[in-house]
């Protein structure tokens, strides 16, 4: 229990710092007002950028370059030799396998810490890739953005905006330089995903799965190998998949690690579920699918992401074109219920559109898409054995199930405002289809996610299955090439743009308790069944990795572990979209009292 609980005093976004600044992502900047820039002292002179220049270790996605990817690879192959965890392996293989985006000499002697002049071209592109609307008022009105301190050390990047936070890194909008030569990069990204990640606060985390992973003979692997291994994963799985989200470039410098990865614009699913409730049946094919056709691309390179989830499922927006007769469901409150519009196959609803996955930060290589040989296991292919490494596959299909459910109706499927309550329910597979609010969906639906949620893992669908579920198939449901943005007229659109513009500006439901209860449920859920599934390896396989086990170092269950637990869950929940409308059914008496209801406090 501790153990699980663990996972949670790992550092957590600044909430209020998010919601000043992440809540305002993919903004254009008219120009910088330096009066920002003292946190990064100016400094011109060619000597500190020869400097700079001898810090910086750039793992680019290059043709020019492909021998700093060899060197990566071959820092991996060290890591491998000297981490013991066989399910951590990476194969190398793949890692050629991808697209390249050349860096030359010129996009290195840029200094972004002087180039004004740059910037009334950056507007432009942001502007540009924002929205093709020339009536975006709200560009003119944005705020200068201070110098990050995060673009000292970066090369050939400008970053613009921080859009997203994760436990152990912050992701800025950043456009490529603006006299770089590279042609690749700038004909296909006007602006690009940078996520952050500060050595020193790797290194300060107790208990990070990067800082440290143990594998059977006890050898450990550092937070950079960790890095690195994320790098390459999703440098691999990236590569020839629409639905994952593109691997451009790396950077190692003195403080920082920086991915340079595509940026999706219309920011997390998990914030579009908030926003709207709960996703009708249309939409939550949709966006499964994707997820679907993304994590069969996945296994099928035998790689496992471990962490599927809405918050690393993003987007890009699509037109909105409001419903003529919004439809309600009988447990909905018509007056907070946000209108999801009118869906169009191909195109998608709700303001979204092509979605992808992202953050391989927990993923693992289980077997060589060649051999299908449990890697570290060279010559040991016992059929019970390649059945446990298959097994662990499972863990996304559980997850995409989570989503699934999630996406239907509005909350989790696991969910106790205490910790180890909740780690019983999922290790038991104790969910329901909760009424009123399962009511009206479909019965091919509920097969779906039963199927995905079923608690043992040889039972439970695998992708394929998943991929041929007659729900799923309705009909075809991806989105087309080149139909992205037609969905709606002018004045429609407008109408939804400023709805979402306000749901951005407020970010009291996205970070609600109940938002974060949401959050933390589906953290909590992947880290047991992660722990859960790894134990079902093979001795010495793939069982070595146990979270538990890692965490153990850390976490001895003093009285931290304890005031965390009492924290954790003991929310105030009135204040939200999901809760607000489970008090409301509650009073209007339209079912039965939720068995949810009581755990929470409101
Ligand atoms: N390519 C991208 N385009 C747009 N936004 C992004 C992109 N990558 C990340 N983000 C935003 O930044 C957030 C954090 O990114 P990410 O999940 O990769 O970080 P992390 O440190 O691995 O987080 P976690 O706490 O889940 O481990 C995402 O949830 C998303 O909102």
Not at 83 to 107: F, G, H, L, M, R
Not at 252 to 265: K, R, V, W
Not at 501 to 516: C, E, N, T
Not at 536 to 544: A, D, R
């Amino acid at each position: 229990m501790l153990k699980i609980k663990a996972l949670f005093s790992k550092k957590k976004p600044d909430q209020a710092d998010l919601s000043q600044e992440s809540k305002k992502p993919f903004k254009g900047r008219s120009k910088s007002n330096g009066a920002n820039n003292k946190a990064v002292p100016q400094d011109n002179s060619s000597a500190k950028k020869k400097q700079q220049d001898q810090h910086i270790v750039q793992y680019s996605n290059t043709i020019s370059d492909d021998r700093h990817m060899k060197s990566l690879t071959d820092e991996l192959v060290t890591t491998i030799d000297s981490d013991s965890s066989p399910s951590d392996n990476i194969i190398t293989e793949n890692i050629e396998a991808v697209s390249s985006v050349p860096v030359n000499d010129e996009q290195l002697s840029y200094d972004p810490l002087t180039s004004e002049e740059s910037l009334p071209i950056e507007s432009e592109i942001i502007s540009d890739i924002q929205d093709d609307d020339t009536d975006d008022e709200d560009l003119e009105d944005e705020t200068p953005e201070k110098t990050f301190l995060e673009q000292k050390e970066l090369i050939g990047y400008r970053l613009i905006n921080k859009i997203g936070e994760g436990a152990f890194s912050k992701v800025f909008l950043a456009v490529p330089a603006k006299n770089s030569s590279n042609e690749f990069l700038t004909k296909n990204y006007k602006a690009v995903a940078i996520k952050v990640i500060k050595k020193a606060d790797l290194s300060s985390i107790n208990g990070d799965h990067r800082k440290k992973d143990k594998g059977k003979d006890g050898a450990k692997t550092s937070s950079r190998d960790q890095v690195l291994k994320e790098v390459a994963l999703h440098k691999t799985v990236s590569a020839d998949c629409s639905q994952i989200v593109s691997f451009i470039d790396f950077q190692e410098t003195d403080s920082y690690y920086y991915i340079i990865q595509e940026l999706l614009t219309g920011g997390e699913i998990f914030g579009e579920i908030v926003r709207l409730t709960y996703f009708s049946e249309d939409l939550s094919r949709h966006v499964v699918k994707q997820l679907a056709l993304a994590v069969k691309h996945m296994h099928s390179l035998g790689v496992v992401h471990r962490d599927i989830k809405p918050e690393n499922l993003l987007f890009e927006p699509v037109e909105f074109t409001p419903s003529l007769k919004p439809k309600f469901r009988k447990s909905d409150d018509p007056q907070t219920k946000a209108d999801e519009g009118i869906f169009t196959p191909g195109v998608g609803g709700g303001g979204i559109g092509i979605v992808k996955l992202a953050d391989f930060g927990l993923s693992k290589q289980i077997f060589s898409k060649n051999t299908k040989t449990p890697c570290g296991t060279v010559g040991y292919t016992a059929p019970e054995v390649v059945k446990d490494e298959h097994y662990s596959m499972k863990v996304d299909m559980w997850g995409i199930g989570c989503v699934l459910y999630t996406m239907l109706c509005g909350f989790p499927p696991f969910y106790d405002e205490k910790i180890d309550t909740l780690t019983e329910k999922i290790s038991r597979g104790e969910y329901t289809f909760l009424k009123p609010w399962w009511d009206e969906i479909s019965p091919g639906a509920k097969n779906a996610v039963a199927k995905l949620l079923e608690l043992e893992p040889s039972k439970r669908y695998d992708i394929d299955q998943f991929l041929d579920d007659p729900w799923l198939n309705s009909y075809d449901c991806l989105p087309k090439k080149g139909t992205s943005k037609k969905a709606g007229t002018s004045e429609r659109r407008h109408l939804h743009k400023k709805q979402f513009q306000l749901f951005q500006k407020d970010s009291s439901l996205l970070f609600s308790p109940a938002a974060v209860a949401m959050r933390d449920a589906f953290d909590i859920g992947n880290a047991v069944k992660r722990t859960e599934e790894d134990r079902m390896g093979t001795p010495g396989g793939l069982g070595s990795l146990a979270e538990d086990e890692e965490l153990d170092d850390n976490h001895n269950g003093g009285p931290d572990d304890q005031h965390l637990e009492q924290n954790m869950f003991q929310l105030t929940l009135d204040t939200s979209t999901i809760l607000k409308r489970r008090k409301k059914v509650q009073e209007d008496d339209m079912g039965p009292k939720i068995p949810i209801g009581a755990t929470i406090r409101e």
